[in-house]
């Protein structure tokens, strides 16, 4: 992946894009004099950059606190707590003016956990964050510079400890490396240009790593290191290595952090001929060694902010994708829909188009069939009808009339000896198979060839009145 890593400090603005794997494409450096200077000559020195690339804002040790500490506990909750409060007795401002983040250098002896400090005032934070959003760049981490450091020495020489001392323009860092991390740094403000420059700038030097090695030994509880990486190879550092080897009795080995990186020519032209005397090994380090860096000094409330932001644009990245989805389901059924249809009637309905004809002149005969049928069919019903009089009506009763409706319904009229033998009619009827809902609709007495008898009128259902009935009079 690939950052933009940028330094403001002592007046220079430094810049370098590089990815996590030490190739670096691309530096600048440009000189300021005051805010309003830096806004424009970062926006200046911005211009061949990719601003769309994560950036890395660095704080370097001339501009923050570092300092070693035990706290008795290994739980990283308890161990913030304790960070919390006892934040103020590292540096003469509140707990809310400064940000503090830390590097775990594991356990002691005692079981009690070993920080090292990185304590830094907001404002210090807050003017570069600033600087950075006026020329257009979104913040992504805020990387303690000697931290970085200390990861790229480690890995390139593959060495877990040792000291390594970096001559920057205006500044020297002297630091220790202890199993892979940052275990101690100091800086010093005296620099490439001061030694170049003459006078008692050497002799300062040496004090000052003096006074470097004897802090790390008060601090750390033993000597400090005997053999020293140096980052940079300069004529001025040339001449100035013996007198410091012969003054601290210590050994000085010059591995150029320029030969553990991959370049294109322009950038090793301007590392060894523009910018030779200064070290860009502030800027490309934490470029190298963000993702294992443990300090980062964001405001928690900026932290929170992009996690919201990244959170709101994973929600809407899930939307758009479940709208997509379900545009391309729409659409693949849409498509088989079409395809179908299309088949359908391009194929099928013309490879079936005889057999359909044939079909519609069966479907002709197969309904004059049913009309025959169901003809003949109300025809044997009436029979049906006559055939099951013949049956339940007695020899002594005489029907005269015999009328079927199209509803199923079935009047007939005649005479009986008597009307007692009319009641028994209408129960034989009612008791048929056949017949149904059998009733006396009337029934007279009346004198035929000199007898009495009984004159009636019976009405009933047929069981099957769905059947098509044709009116027959008998």
Same mark, same amino acid.
């Given at each position: 992946m690939k950052y933009l890593?940028?330094?403001?400090?002592?007046?220079?603005?430094? %810049?370098?894009?590089?990815?996590?794997?030490?190739?670096?494409?691309?530096?600048?450096?440009?000189?300021?004099?005051?805010?309003?200077?830096?806004?424009?000559?970062?926006?200046? %020195?911005?211009?061949? *950059?990719?601003? @769309?690339? +994560? %950036?890395?804002?660095?704080?370097?040790?001339?501009?923050? $606190?570092?300092?070693?500490? !035990?706290? +008795?506990?290994? =739980?990283?909750? !308890?161990?913030?707590? /304790?960070?919390?409060? @006892?934040?103020?007795?590292?540096?003469? &401002?509140?707990?809310?003016? %400064?940000?503090?983040?830390? /590097?775990?250098?594991?356990?002691?002896?005692?079981?009690?956990?070993?920080?090292?400090?990185?304590?830094?005032?907001?404002?210090?934070?807050?003017?570069?964050?600033?600087?950075?959003e006026q020329a257009g760049l979104n913040v992504d981490k805020i990387l303690f510079v000697p931290e970085s450091q200390a990861r790229f020495y480690a890995k390139a020489?593959?060495?877990? =400890?040792?000291?390594?001392? =970096? *001559?920057?323009?205006?500044? $020297?860092? &002297?630091?220790?490396?202890?199993?892979?991390?940052?275990? *101690?740094?100091?800086?010093? +403000?005296?620099?490439?240009?001061?030694?170049?420059?003459?006078? =008692?700038?050497?002799?300062?030097?040496?004090? !000052?790593?003096?006074?470097?090695?004897?802090?790390f030994a008060q601090e750390e509880g033993s000597a400090a290191p005997t053999s020293y990486f140096v980052t940079t190879a300069r004529p001025a550092l040339n001449t100035i290595l013996p007198v410091l080897k012969e003054g601290l009795g210590v050994d000085f080995q010059v591995r150029e952090f320029s030969g553990f990186i991959k370049g294109s020519g322009d950038v090793r032209k301007k590392l060894d001929s523009s910018f030779g005397d200064d070290s860009f090994l502030d800027v490309i380090a934490p470029a190298t060694a963000v993702s294992k860096s443990e300090i980062n000094l964001m405001p928690e409330e900026m932290i929170l902010k992009k996690t919201v932001e990244r959170q709101s644009k994973e929600a809407i990245k899930t939307g758009v994708c479940a709208v997509v989805i379900m545009v391309l389901v729409i659409v693949m059924a849409l498509g088989r829909i079409y395809f179908l249809d299309t088949y359908l009637n391009k194929n099928l309905r013309e490879q079936y188009a005889p057999q359909k004809e044939e079909v519609k002149v069966l479907e002709q005969k197969m309904n004059k069939t049913k009309l025959v049928r169901e003809y003949i069919k109300g025809r044997m019903m009436s029979l049906d009808i006559i055939h099951e009089l013949y049956q339940v009506t007695p020899i002594t009763t005489y029907l005269s009339n015999i009328e079927v409706d199209d509803d199923g319904t079935v009047t007939i009229d005649g005479v009986s000896d008597s009307m007692a033998l009319v009641y028994s009619y209408v129960k034989l009827l009612d008791d048929s198979s056949m017949f149904k809902a059998a009733k006396l609709k009337s029934a007279t007495t009346k004198k035929d060839n000199g007898k009495d008898v009984a004159s009636f009128e019976i009405e009933f259902k047929v069981f099957d009145p769905s059947a098509p009935i044709v009116k027959e009079q008998a």
């Open positions: 890593s940028i330094s403001i400090n002592d007046g220079i603005i430094k %810049v370098a894009q590089a990815d996590s794997s030490g190739n670096v494409e691309k530096i600048a450096r440009v000189a300021y004099t005051s805010i309003e200077e830096a806004g424009k000559a970062l926006k200046s %020195v911005l211009m061949p *950059f990719n601003r @769309q690339a +994560p %950036v890395l804002c660095l704080i370097p040790a001339s501009a923050a $606190t570092a300092k070693t500490i !035990e706290v +008795p506990s290994s =739980d990283p909750e !308890e161990i913030k707590s /304790i960070i919390n409060l @006892q934040a103020s007795r590292h540096t003469p &401002y509140s707990r809310e003016e %400064v940000l503090i983040s830390y /590097i775990n250098l594991g356990l002691n002896a005692i079981n009690n956990t070993r920080l090292l400090l990185a304590i830094v005032h907001r404002n210090i934070v807050k003017e570069r964050i600033t600087l950075l020489l593959n060495k877990k =400890d040792g000291g390594v001392i =970096d *001559f920057a323009l205006n500044s $020297t860092s &002297y630091m220790v490396i202890s199993k892979g991390n940052l275990s *101690f740094v100091r800086h010093i +403000p005296i620099g490439i240009k001061a030694l170049v420059e003459g006078g =008692d700038a050497a002799v300062k030097l040496q004090e !000052e790593l003096k006074k470097s090695m004897d802090a």
